[in-house]
C-alpha cells in the first residue's frame, strides 16, 4: 500500500472544503462567512447569525422575518414525541434525551430523500426550532413538571428561557443567552461537525445527522467540557487553592477542562468575548467565587501552560455564565447543541452539494494469514 502515513485524530488534515468558517488560531480569529464572531456576537441575533451560516448571507428584513416567523411557528412537538420524552429515566442526561428525541422526531417528517431542497430547508427549520423545545421538556417532566408550550412572540433565546423556568427572561438576560447561542454556532471542522458531515455523506436524513452530531457532542473532550469545568472548579474550591491545585494538576498529567485546542494556540476569542460577558452581568450582581476562582486559574496557568500553547478555550467561561442564570449545570452542553445545530446543518448542505461518502483509510497493524484452529485445539 502506498506510504499512508497515519495522523492520529486526523490533525491538520483537511477533510473537506468548506466556506462556513474561518480560524485563525495563532490570531484568535473566527470569522463565520467572513465576519468576525465577536461583531456578530454583538451585534447580531443568534437566528439571523444562524440565516448566515446556512446561506452565506446576512438575511435581508424579509428574509430574515420569514425565517424568524418559521422557527417560531415550528417550536411544537409532536405530542408523541412528548410520550416519548415522558418515558425517559429522570436520572438520564438531557443530551441523551435529546439525541433519542431528535432521532425519533425524523420519523414524523419523512424527508428522508435529501435531494429535495425544499424538504431539506423544511428539515433546516424544524431541527433549529425543536432542538430547544425538547431540551425543555426533558428537564420540564424530570422535575414532576408538564412542559411549557413554547411562546411565539419569544425570540429563540428568550423563548428558551420561558420554556425552562416559565417566565420572560429580562432583555439583558435574553440579550446574553442569544450572544452565547452566537458563540457557539459554528467552529469549522469539529468532532461533532466532522460527525455530521461523516454521516450526511451517506446521504442520510437531516434528524439522523444531528443525532450524529449530538452524540459526538457529549464527550467530555468536545462539548462536555463546559459542564466539567464547574465539577474541577467546584472540587478546588476556594481561590486560595487555584494555583497549588494547577501545579499539581500539570504535575500529574490532569487534563484541565476548558483549556486547550486542537487549533487555537492562544486564548480561545470565544472565551474571551464570553469572559466579558460575564463581567458585565456581574457589575449588576457581584462576582460570584466561582468567576474569580476561574480567573485565578487562568491567571496560574497562563506561564505554565501559556508556552505551550494551552489557554482557556470556549467552555472555560461559558458554564459560569449559565450557572448564574440559574439554568443546572446538565443543560450546559444541550445549550451548545441548540446553538451548534445551526452550523451542523450549514455543513450537512454544503456536504451535499459535492458530496462523496466519507471512507478514510487505514494502517493495518494487526496479525496475517493465519490458520483457523479447531475448538477442541485449542490452548
Ligand atoms: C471544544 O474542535 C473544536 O473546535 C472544539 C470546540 C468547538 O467549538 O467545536 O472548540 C469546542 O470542544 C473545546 C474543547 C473542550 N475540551 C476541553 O476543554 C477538554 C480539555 N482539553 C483537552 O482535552 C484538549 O486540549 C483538546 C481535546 C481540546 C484538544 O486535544 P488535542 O488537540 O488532541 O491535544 P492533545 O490532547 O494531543 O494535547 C497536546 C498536548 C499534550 O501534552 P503532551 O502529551 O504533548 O506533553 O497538550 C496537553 C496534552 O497533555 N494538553 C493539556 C490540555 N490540553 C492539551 N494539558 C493539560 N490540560 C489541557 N486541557
New binding site residues.
Given amino acids: 500500500m502506498a506510504d499512508l502515513e497515519y495522523r492520529p485524530?486526523l490533525?491538520d488534515v483537511p477533510v473537506a472544503e468548506s466556506g462556513i468558517s474561518f480560524?485563525d488560531g495563532k490570531r484568535a480569529r473566527l470569522e463565520y462567512r467572513g465576519i468576525a464572531v465577536e461583531t456578530l456576537a454583538q451585534e447580531s441575533t443568534f437566528e439571523e447569525t444562524a440565516w448566515l451560516l446556512l446561506k452565506g448571507e446576512l438575511p435581508n428584513q424579509r428574509d430574515l422575518a420569514v425565517f424568524d416567523h418559521n422557527l417560531r411557528h415550528h417550536r411544537r412537538l409532536k405530542f408523541r414525541i412528548i410520550d416519548l420524552i415522558k418515558c425517559l429515566p429522570e436520572s438520564g442526561h438531557p443530551m441523551d434525551a435529546l439525541q433519542a428525541g431528535v432521532a425519533a422526531s425524523g420519523m414524523f417528517y419523512p424527508g428522508r430523500e435529501v435531494s429535495n431542497p425544499e424538504k431539506n430547508w423544511e428539515s433546516v427549520v424544524r431541527l433549529i426550532a425543536k432542538l430547544p423545545t425538547i431540551i425543555a421538556a426533558f428537564h420540564r417532566l424530570r422535575q414532576g413538571n408538564l412542559p411549557i408550550e413554547p411562546r411565539d412572540d419569544l425570540s429563540h433565546a428568550a423563548n428558551f428561557y420561558y420554556m425552562l423556568f416559565e417566565e420572560e427572561p429580562s432583555p439583558s438576560i435574553s440579550r446574553l443567552l442569544d450572544a452565547c447561542l452566537i458563540l457557539?454556532a459554528e467552529?469549522?471542522?469539529?468532532?461533532?461537525?466532522f460527525s455530521g458531515r461523516v454521516t450526511a455523506s451517506t446521504l442520510a436524513n437531516p434528524y439522523t445527522v444531528v443525532s450524529s452530531a449530538i452524540g459526538t457532542l457529549t464527550g467530555?473532550?468536545?462539548?462536555g467540557?463546559n459542564e466539567?469545568?464547574l465539577d474541577m472548579l467546584e472540587e478546588i474550591g476556594s481561590v486560595v487553592k487555584a494555583k497549588s491545585w494547577l501545579e499539581e494538576?500539570?504535575e500529574s498529567?490532569?487534563?484541565?477542562?476548558?483549556?486547550?485546542?486542537?487549533?487555537?494556540k492562544v486564548k480561545?476569542p470565544?472565551a474571551t468575548v464570553l469572559q466579558d460577558l460575564a463581567e458585565n452581568m456581574f457589575v449588576e450582581t457581584g462576582k460570584p467565587e466561582i468567576y474569580k476562582l476561574a480567573v485565578e486559574i487562568e491567571k496560574a496557568a497562563l506561564p505554565i501552560?501559556g508556552p505551550?500553547g494551552?489557554y482557556p478555550?470556549?467552555?472555560?467561561y461559558s458554564g459560569i455564565i449559565y450557572q448564574s442564570l440559574g439554568i443546572s449545570r446538565d443543560l450546559f452542553t444541550p445549550i451548545f447543541a441548540i446553538a451548534?445545530v445551526a452550523g451542523w446543518l450549514a455543513h450537512w448542505l454544503e456536504q451535499l452539494k459535492n458530496n462523496r461518502i466519507f471512507r478514510p483509510e487505514q494502517i493495518y497493524i494487526g496479525k496475517m494469514d493465519r490458520p483457523y484452529l479447531p475448538l477442541q485445539n485449542r490452548p
Fill in positions: 485524530g490533525a480560524i457557539h467552529h469549522t471542522m469539529n468532532a461533532s461537525t467530555p473532550l468536545h462539548g467540557a466539567e469545568v494538576a500539570v498529567k490532569k487534563k484541565i477542562m476548558g483549556f486547550g485546542h486542537r487549533v487555537y480561545d470565544r501552560l505551550r494551552i478555550n470556549v467552555d472555560f451548534r
